[in-house]
């Protein structure tokens, strides 16, 4: 979807349409932009932005707090959308996704008649605009797009893959990151064509395994299908502070919070957690973070936590402001109780707690009940 | 100093040591081995440390010059590792901070750290007790896969070693399973009871040991802050775990409703064929018992599911326990009998398994079940 979050708000507000229009946190806070409509990316603004520049940027923009409910709402017409047109979809983020059209010719038609039909369903029914990239893998599609933006189709002609990728700059490949990327300027590599003339052994040697996998990439070669069951991997929250903060106890009770926050969510997916990580930032950003592993997978706030406080403990060496705090959870599963052989009461009891806590804060909202040391 | 020692008797004491060296150097004296030429009996000492663990042993050899010295123990190890294998090393100190070793056509100098600096390994204390070798790494081997991974867990990080007049016991948990031995032996010179938690890694370290070579007994002794265990030449120093053992004899289940007897090969072939296709993670296999039939069931959401049926002596009501696979395994793997006992009551109680027939020692598995 193009400029998802700022199209759904001047969908809503006809009043909106034609001004720059900028999605995100609290502009004269520490917040980012989440999304920037096409009238305020001409001044410069894109997401993942400090939301302070961008106002710098474009004075004049309607900077909105961001309605994660409504988007939510318009994303899931979206997603109806797409599954009348096939079942196989791929949902990859909130306005993102991936169809496999093999097979649905008889229908609707060569894949690009679909695409074409799609984005009319979409702009018919939602008033929203797509772009689209039709290609014969994953990345092709991603990348083709990407460079359809905004309201464009393009497809790649299965074969020319290599052609189309060729001239594109290597950061361009979903999968190479700023690392590779730097390793790969390193050789001299600069385009995805250059990429493809590399001589397998030497990317071996540099990347492992990985290298002569990346050149294939490169040649839009890998046709890596759809994930169609792709399990999380993780879960977390973290948040910047308004204001460095120095005050131990209070960083404490910030992760307790977002601990309470991540553990509700994992249950509410019906998961368990083996590894918990902290992360922390300091004032001149300096990020560390360590985990720990339990013996087996817990989804109770009162197991996390208190392993979340050592962890913070261990990791909190220096004496210096802390920007950030972030707590994620990872290798997940479904949410097998494993019982306690000294303390299934107290487990059971746990339990129960947990389930009314999520109960309550289903009906009423987080904020309406929880631990009173956060009232400190 | 200056010594000859044999290649292969050096090598095989120092690969008893190098896995107590720290291989991280936060201080650098602990990734040194200690030679120690002072003694008039033609024998070296060698020793390691993380200071938690120390392991003293010693190594027939030529004195020509006393003298002791910290040699780096991975590059020591290794270098004499890929000498000849009959040949004689030469170990010579430049100076308090070099040593040479020679062997044959081979000269090395190895920059070490002085002796003094090595830390201090404490002599033995206390009156000691004797326990036969091979039924303290047995015993071992039956808890050791129990102790909990999780380093915070300071009070079951360890196996629990209790002795009496008239028995030694161990039991190990990590909260969800717990594995328990008793053994029948007299102890005449023991005064009082003793009740002593064994740190994980002093007992990974003593089970290395006794499984290298075999020994009729270890003398066992403890003071306030160590428990030391010799086994002839070799010396296994540890530092005392503080922290309370839960109350193990609470959770071994007595009088369960019903009872199981399984071939232990058998039950160990369905439980690794169907945990092919357990769930990674949470390695659950449901045990459904029904009149005459066990099925044993994996389901993996990505791979699949997998099933096994075991003939079994039973006419109880229905009943199903999911169980870890690697508990289950963990415990089949060492079980000595022909023949394993399981007891269970209902999908929230612990599950009982311990050998079937005549043994000379009492052993007790108890798993907790797991549930969706």
Not at chain 1, 119 to 131: K, N, V
Not at chain 2, 43 to 57: E, F, M, N, P, R
Not at chain 2, 255 to 284: H, P, W
């Amino acid at each position: 979807m193009d400029a998802f979050f700022a199209a759904v708000e001047q969908l809503y507000r006809p009043e909106l349409r034609g001004k720059p229009v900028i999605v995100g946190g609290d502009p004269d806070g520490r917040s980012v932009v989440s999304a920037a409509s096409y009238e305020a990316r001409v001044f410069g603004v894109h997401s993942a932005m400090p939301m302070a520049w961008a106002r710098k940027l474009c004075p004049q923009g309607v900077f909105l707090p961001g309605d994660g409910k409504k988007y939510g709402q318009v994303s899931r017409l979206m997603f109806g959308i797409l599954e009348e047109f096939t079942p196989d979809v791929e949902e990859a983020s909130v306005d993102e996704a991936y169809l496999d059209v093999t097979g649905c010719e008889r229908l609707f038609g060569p894949p690009l008649a679909m695409a074409h039909a799609i984005r009319l369903a979409i702009r018919e029914r939602l008033g929203l605009s797509a772009s689209i990239g039709v290609a014969t893998s994953r990345s092709v599609a991603k990348i083709a797009s990407e460079l359809a933006k905004p309201d464009g189709l393009l497809l790649v002609p299965p074969g020319r893959e290599a052609d189309f990728l060729a001239p594109l700059p290597v950061e361009r490949m979903p999968g190479i990151g700023e690392t590779t990327s730097r390793r790969l300027r390193g050789l001299g590599i600069r385009t995805l064509g250059d990429l493809t003339l590399m001589d397998d052994t030497l990317l071996a040697r540099v990347f492992g395994k990985y290298g002569p996998l990346l050149r294939e990439k490169a040649a839009g070669r890998n046709h890596d299908g759809l994930r169609e069951f792709a399990p999380r991997k993780s879960m977390g929250k973290e948040t910047t502070f308004p204001r460095d903060m120095v005050d131990r106890p209070a960083v404490g009770r910030t992760l307790a919070l977002l601990t309470e926050k991540v553990c509700r969510k994992l249950r509410a997916e019906g998961l368990a957690a083996r590894t918990v990580t902290v992360k922390l930032r300091y004032s001149d950003f300096q990020t560390v973070s360590r985990a720990h592993t339990f013996d087996t997978a817990v989804f109770y706030d009162s197991i996390i936590i208190p392993a979340v406080w050592d962890l913070f403990q261990q990791l909190d060496s220096r004496r210096t402001g802390i920007r950030l705090v972030g707590v994620s959870l990872s290798r997940l599963q479904t949410a097998v109780r494993q019982w306690s052989l000294f303390d299934a009461a107290a487990q059971r009891k746990q339990e129960n707690l947990c389930r009314g806590l999520d109960l309550i804060r289903d009906r009423f909202g987080f904020t309406a009940i929880g631990v009173a040391s956060r009232l400190a | 100093m200056k010594i000859k020692v044999s290649r292969s008797e050096l090598l095989h004491e120092l690969s008893q040591i190098t896995p107590v060296v720290e291989k991280s150097t936060k201080l650098p004296i602990l990734s040194h081995i200690l030679i120690d030429a002072n003694r008039d009996d033609e024998t070296i000492s060698l020793a390691g440390s993380d200071l938690d663990v120390s392991i003293k042993t010693s190594c027939p050899a030529n004195i020509e010059e006393k003298g002791a010295i910290a040699i780096p123990a991975r590059e020591l190890t290794d270098l004499v590792r890929y000498l000849p294998e009959d040949s004689d090393i030469e170990i010579c100190t430049e100076d308090s901070e070099r040593v040479f070793i020679i062997s044959g056509k081979s000269k090395s100098r190895m920059v070490c750290l002085p002796d003094e600096t090595f830390p201090e390994i404490p002599a033995i204390g206390g009156e000691d007790i004797t326990i036969p070798g091979d039924i303290l790494r047995k015993m071992i081997q039956m808890t050791i896969f129990s102790v909990t991974q999780e380093q915070s867990r300071f009070t079951l990080n360890g196996i629990l070693l209790i002795l009496n007049r008239n028995f030694i016991k161990m039991v190990s948990t990590d909260g969800h399973r717990m594995a328990y031995v008793e053994a029948t032996k007299e102890f005449e010179n023991l005064e009082k009871d003793l009740k002593i938690l064994i740190p994980k890694k002093t007992v990974a370290e003593l089970y290395k040991i006794l499984q290298a070579d075999q020994y009729l007994f270890v003398q066992f002794a403890n003071d306030e802050n160590h428990l030391f265990f010799k086994m002839e030449n070799r010396l296994l120093v540890s530092r005392l775990l503080a922290g309370q053992f839960p109350n193990y004899e609470l959770v071994i289940p007595r009088n369960l409703k019903n009872k199981l007897i399984f071939t232990t090969q058998k039950l160990k072939q369905s439980v690794n064929r169907v945990n092919v296709l357990a769930d990674e993670i949470s390695k659950r296999i449901m045990f459904k018992i029904t009149s005459g039939q066990m099925l044993l069931r994996t389901e993996n959401i990505k791979k699949g599911e997998a099933e096994m049926e075991i003939e079994i002596d039973y006419s109880g009501a229905d009943v199903s326990l999911g169980f870890n696979s690697q508990y289950l395994l963990e415990f089949l793997n060492v079980v000595e009998s022909e023949e394993v006992i399981f007891e269970f009551s209902d999908n929230e109680a612990p599950g009982l398994f311990r050998p079937h027939g005549e043994l000379d020692y009492v052993y007790k598995y108890v798993i907790m079940p797991m549930s969706i």
